[in-house]
């Protein structure tokens, strides 16, 4: 057992990113960080928030974005106190296929840190790591946008990529999660080697023949 680890799925946008496939995996996830002792995050399509968050009991679900803007004329928006309204526990803020200005970055942590919800904020590269980690979300995770999506992990490609990071993230403070191709227990296993607190993927299960049995493997990698 252990809850300092993370394990961080993104749904992103597949066919069983919604409706009862999407309800269901989130279930089995729950299921296997609860078995693990594992913390584990589910970021889900908004319009899926509430109806994943009435179903675990141990992940945390987390909206795939917010906007950094009040209640008002924001047609289109995703505000914190909708997620929040949903049940969301937080927000994943910047992802390389969401890349938001580092001042509404900076503006959208403070907004959730302000109603008690928490935060991942997604760098590229690791001499972005300290920057955003001043900004105090909850965690940071850094993802080289070229590995992501291909099976190949960075924890093998790019490990120097993770080592500067965790001395980067040891100087601002914080806590690290690392991504980008992270798809085997080895993987999983050779980020907390080198001083992650967790890892974020998506394709690797969400693509995956068994995305259940893919996702207890990866989970098991960290513990």
């Given at each position: 057992?252990?809850?300092?680890?993370?394990?961080?799925?993104?749904?992103?946008?597949?066919?069983?990113s919604?409706?009862p496939?999407?309800v269901?995996l989130?279930?089995?996830?729950?299921s296997?960080?609860?078995?693990?002792g594992?913390?584990?995050i589910?970021?889900?399509?908004?319009?899926?928030?509430?109806?994943?968050?009435?179903?675990?009991?141990?992940?945390?679900v987390?909206?795939q974005?917010?906007d950094?803007?009040?209640?008002?004329a924001?047609t289109?928006?995703?505000t914190v106190q909708?997620?929040?309204?949903?049940g969301a526990?937080g927000s994943?803020?910047?992802?390389?296929?969401?890349r938001?200005r580092?001042?509404?970055?900076a503006?959208?942590?403070?907004?959730?840190r302000?109603?008690?919800?928490?935060?991942?904020?997604?760098v590229?590269r690791?001499?972005?790591?300290?920057?955003?980690a001043l900004?105090?979300p909850?965690?940071?995770?850094?993802?080289?946008?070229?590995?992501i999506?291909?099976g190949?992990?960075?924890?093998?490609a790019r490990p120097e990529?993770i080592t500067k990071?965790?001395?980067?993230?040891?100087?601002?403070?914080?806590r690290?999660?690392?991504?980008a191709?992270?798809?085997?227990?080895?993987?999983?296993?050779k980020?907390i080697?080198?001083?992650a607190?967790g890892?974020?993927?998506?394709?690797?299960?969400?693509?995956?023949?068994d995305?259940v049995?893919?996702?207890?493997?990866?989970?098991?990698g960290l513990?």
């Open positions: 057992m252990d809850e300092r680890r993370v394990f961080l799925l993104n749904y992103k946008a597949y066919s069983n919604y409706g496939k999407a269901e989130a279930k089995s996830v729950d296997i960080g609860k078995k693990y594992v913390t584990v589910i970021a889900v399509p908004a319009t899926m928030i509430s109806r994943i968050s009435s179903e675990v009991s141990w992940a945390k987390y909206a974005h917010v950094p803007v009040d209640e008002g924001y289109g928006h995703i909708m997620i929040k309204d949903a526990a994943m803020l910047n992802h390389s296929e969401k938001i580092m001042d509404e970055l503006e959208a942590i403070r907004r959730l302000s109603e008690g919800l928490e935060s991942v904020a997604c590229d690791h001499e972005l790591v300290a920057p955003v900004l105090s909850t965690y940071v995770l850094v993802e080289p946008p070229e590995l999506g291909t190949i992990s960075v924890s093998r990529a990071s965790v001395e980067a993230i040891k100087k601002a403070g914080g690290l999660l690392v991504g191709g992270i798809s085997f227990y080895e993987d999983a296993r980020s080697e080198l001083g607190d890892v974020g993927l998506a394709s690797a299960v969400m693509k995956a023949p995305p049995a893919k996702a207890e493997e990866i989970i098991r513990v």
